[in-house]
């Protein structure tokens, strides 16, 4: 790269064959240039590489945006050249189904059922009573690979109520600030505080939670999902009790309704030009929108998202596109996962509609429907982003198996067991650019698609004891370990 001294800061033109071009109108071109252009134009002259190592790339990074948590510490780091390296890299990785398999612990002495959240600074496993903390490195440069996700230690919760949901929610600059839902029905804000150097990750941190600082809504039964956008939570309990909080206000709680029915996700979206909550259920109508207004929660449908089947009756988990997917940046698509193995993508601005069907509003038809045709397990949790902003993953209910579409091409599938192949559903997922994190009954585990991955990237797990039954098996390059992958093709 051309330093920026080299070239004085006013506008300059370049000359070429009769083309005469001032650099501002060069800099507009770049815009609606894609990887290989831009490469080939920067090859033109100094002057011309410059512009495109100065705005080109910045302008292809804003155009294409990847998601990741992990990552956003080191991207600020990195030049806008190495970004999008790393960017091409991992796609390349996801066209051809590479990565590393990492489990990040040994299975658990029990099974459990647990979910993980993610954040610029960490991750969190809640599992039983106990958050389990994974920090995340900084990679100053590409070149020094990519940043690690390492255990910090852990949080135990005395009176060992076990948590059913956890989600960061705003707390400054913190970002190690949760709202954790439990078995009895509390909901309560919980700061993580960093640990000290001298603590050893062997030793859990114990953390005492006070009952005199409660979010939201007090219900009777446990807390199944809480999603959070902006300043707004949304809770939901197992028999349908829903509670909108503003976290921003001394009086938190907007709104309660009761969806009357088995419930067992939700997600919410502040960001649209109608704010909207979703709820996944096992009734007549799984899926179905209700609209966020300044002063309450809607308590009539706004949307009944239709199954593809009408035997379809129970939705387990929602989620959104990504910014830069192939379908554009909306924010009233919503994914979700169903009890028959499907995963569907609704547009709710689509005028597709189940004509004949009475009822107000008439259920929207789905615009994509994904499935692996060799499995119709239920989909426990779904997530999106990953190569090129265009991949829907999906954990399914059996043998730890994520399945793995790509909306350019939703028939080309494929599958793959996470480490270990215990016989467990994947209760959670999280799909960033290159990376995504799950997690089983018995431990967490991630999939790296990028490069500069290292046996440092991710925790060291020493050999298993016989008590362990750990089934790992390393592959050759001492850095992922062994999976079992297949597609979904028949042919």
């Known amino acids: 790269m051309i330093p920026s001294s080299s070239y004085p800061q006013k506008a300059m033109t370049v000359e070429a064959a009769g083309l005469i071009l001032p650099s501002d109108v060069l ?14 134009l920067s090859y033109t002259c100094k002057f011309v590489n410059f512009l495109v190592h100065e705005f ?28 999008v390296r790393y960017d091409v890299a991992s796609d390349r990785c996801w066209a051809q189904a590479k990565f590393n398999a990492r489990p990040l612990s040994h299975p658990w002495r029990s099974k459990l059922q647990p979910i993980i959240a993610l954040s610029a600074s960490v991750l969190l496993v809640a599992a039983g009573h106990t958050i389990y903390v994974y920090h995340i490195t900084d990679s100053p440069s590409l070149d020094d690979g990519a940043p690690g996700v390492l ?71 446990l807390v199944e999902s809480l999603t959070c956008s902006d300043n707004m939570l949304l809770s939901l309990s197992s028999f349908g009790t829903v509670g909108l909080c503003n976290l921003s206000s001394d009086s938190p709680l907007v709104s309660a309704i009761n969806l009357d029915c088995r419930s067992w996700t939700s997600f919410i979206c502040m960001k649209s030009s109608t704010p909207f909550t979703a709820f996944g259920t096992t009734s007549p109508n799984p899926l179905v929108v209700h609209a966020v207004t300044p002063s309450a929660l809607s308590p009539t449908p706004l949307a009944i998202l239709h199954p593809t089947r009408e035997r379809s009756t129970a939705v387990y988990d929602i989620t959104d596109a990504p910014p830069s997917a ?54 426990y949790s779904v997530s999106c982003g990953g190569g090129s902003s265009s991949f829907v993953a999906a954990g399914t209910a059996r043998h730890s198996v994520v399945a793995f579409w790509d909306v350019r091409r939703p028939t080309e599938g494929w599958s793959v067991h996470a480490p270990g192949n215990d016989s467990s559903p994947v209760y959670s997922l999280i799909l960033e650019s290159s990376r995504v994190f799950g997690v089983t009954q018995s431990r967490p585990f991630v999939f790296d698609f990028g490069p500069g991955v290292t046996k440092e990237t991710y925790p060291f797990l020493p050999a298993s004891t016989r008590s362990q039954h750990d089934s790992l098996k390393l592959k050759k390059n001492n850095i992922g370990y062994c999976v079992t992958q297949y597609n979904h093709s028949r042919t």
Do not use: C
């Open 27 to 40: 800099i507009i071109v770049m815009k609606n240039l894609g990887i290989e252009d831009l490469i080939n």
């Open 56 to 83: 080109g790339w910045s302008l292809y990074l804003k155009h294409n945006v990847r998601p990741s948590y992990t990552l956003q510490l080191a991207r600020r780091s990195w030049s806008f050249f190495d970004q």
């Open 151 to 221: 255990y910090e230690g852990s949080y135990s919760f005395t009176d060992r109520r076990e948590i059913t949901s956890i989600t960061f929610i705003p707390d400054g600059h913190s970002e190690r600030t949760v709202a954790v839902g439990f078995e009895d029905g509390h909901i309560h804000r919980v700061f993580l505080p960093p640990f000290q150097q001298e603590q050893s990750n062997n030793k859990p941190l114990t953390l005492n939670i006070e009952r005199d600082s409660p979010l939201g809504l007090r219900i009777m039964d």
């Open 326 to 379: 192939p379908w554009g940046s909306s924010k009233q698509i919503v994914v979700s996962g169903w009890y028959d193995g499907a995963v569907q993508v609704h547009d709710m601005r689509s005028g597709r509609r189940d004509s004949g069907v009475t009822g107000t509003p008439a259920p929207l038809r789905p615009m994509l429907t994904f499935r692996d045709p060799w499995s119709d397990e239920p989909i």
